[in-house]
């Protein structure tokens, strides 16, 4: 099954960028490119000046519940490569396995608040340049793919260069500036990365310190804070407070589940790294892994809470 979800996920990366399955359609849901997704075109209006240019929702109630469809997107494209990939199988017992499981795959979740992530850091599988296959596979005979989990690379612009220097483009690298400001610029067949280098490369070992400093402290407070609540509107967003009543006036409820969530963000993408900014995050692989966790403590909380 986990190679299963590796191929599939791999090719839906693969799919062209026009493709509506795509990982890069799907990606830039969320916030750039800033164009409708699927000719939907209904309130589609970027330029309001009311409007941020993403579809997805932060600092509203609709926070988790806007990104659990989301998530359902992207397996549904899993699964669309999956059931692809089992009619390709030339082994009869490989094609009616792949088959039967391709409609059970499920984004996995990374429990980033877990003792694992405390003592460990980031799983290897997040970033091993390439992974081995488990299942010794009778209808290929490749034992290893490229990580589809490691990085993705956007086959368009993503952004837009700064004019005033070129130093914020990574096509500049070695030198590369993270911006100041603003969103870092993607070009066309770079990489997404995490605590970006000078070389515009990431770095694990930032990341894993990171990840082990945080797991433990904040995130894990973090978590038992938010499940104290049981109300939706303290729970659910950052700009929530008993005297705003979410006006968007004062930025981070201490115990929210968005604000846990958007330290993840920055933990994960440091200065530079797209998952450290809402119009780009989405086109990490690991967002969605990060997300599927967070719909795993919605789902607890309504567990807890089933009458709120």
């Known amino acids: 099954?986990?190679?299963?979800?590796?191929?599939?996920?791999?090719?839906?990366?693969?799919?062209?960028?026009?493709?509506?399955?795509?990982?890069?359609?799907?990606?830039?849901?969320?916030?750039l490119p800033h164009a409708p997704y699927d000719?939907?075109?209904?309130?589609?209006?970027?330029?309001?000046?009311?409007?941020?240019?993403?579809?997805?929702?932060?600092?509203?109630?609709?926070?988790?519940?806007?990104?659990?469809?989301?998530?359902?997107?992207?397996?549904?494209?899993?699964?669309?490569?999956?059931?692809?990939?089992?009619?390709?199988?030339?082994?009869?017992?490989?094609?009616?396995?792949?088959?039967?499981?391709?409609?059970?795959?499920?984004?996995?979740?990374w429990d980033w608040?877990?003792?694992?992530?405390?003592?460990?850091?980031?799983?290897?599988?997040?970033?091993?340049?390439?992974?081995?296959?488990?299942?010794?596979?009778?209808?290929?005979?490749?034992?290893?793919?490229p990580n589809p989990l490691k990085a993705f690379v956007v086959p368009r612009d993503v952004g837009k260069p700064f004019a005033s220097s070129d130093v914020y483009n990574p096509s500049a690298r070695p030198g590369y500036v993270v911006p100041p400001q603003g969103n870092p610029f993607l070009p066309k067949g770079y990489p997404t990365v995490r605590h970006v280098t000078p070389n515009y490369a990431s770095n694990n070992d930032k990341v894993n310190v990171s990840v082990m400093r945080n797991a433990g402290t904040a995130l894990v407070e973090g978590v038992h804070a938010m499940l104290q609540h049981d109300q939706w509107m303290p729970f659910s967003n950052h700009f929530w407070s008993e005297a705003t009543h979410g006006d968007g006036t004062q930025f981070g409820y201490y115990a929210s589940l968005e604000l846990v969530h958007d330290f993840v963000h920055g933990m994960l993408g440091g200065a530079g790294g797209q998952m450290s900014y809402p119009e780009i995050a989405s086109f990490d692989p690991i967002f969605f892994f990060h997300h599927a966790n967070v719909d795993r403590l919605v789902a607890l909380w309504q567990y807890c809470y089933p009458d709120a």
Request: aromatic share 14%; glycine share 8%.
């Open 1 to 31: 099954r986990r190679d299963v979800f590796l191929l599939a996920f791999s090719a839906v990366q693969a799919l062209d960028a026009d493709d509506r399955w795509s990982y890069y359609q799907i990606a830039g849901i969320h916030g």
């Open 39 to 109: 000719g939907d075109d209904g309130e589609w209006d970027p330029y309001n000046p009311e409007w941020w240019g993403g579809y997805c929702q932060h600092g509203t109630p609709l926070f988790p519940t806007w990104h659990r469809p989301y998530m359902l997107l992207l397996e549904q494209s899993i699964i669309r490569q999956a059931k692809l990939l089992a009619t390709t199988l030339s082994n009869a017992g490989e094609k009616e396995a792949v088959s039967a499981m391709a409609g059970e795959l499920r984004i996995p979740y």
């Open 113 to 145: 608040a877990s003792n694992s992530a405390r003592i460990l850091g980031l799983p290897d599988i997040f970033t091993s340049t390439d992974v081995s296959l488990a299942y010794a596979w009778k209808s290929f005979t490749r034992t290893s793919i």
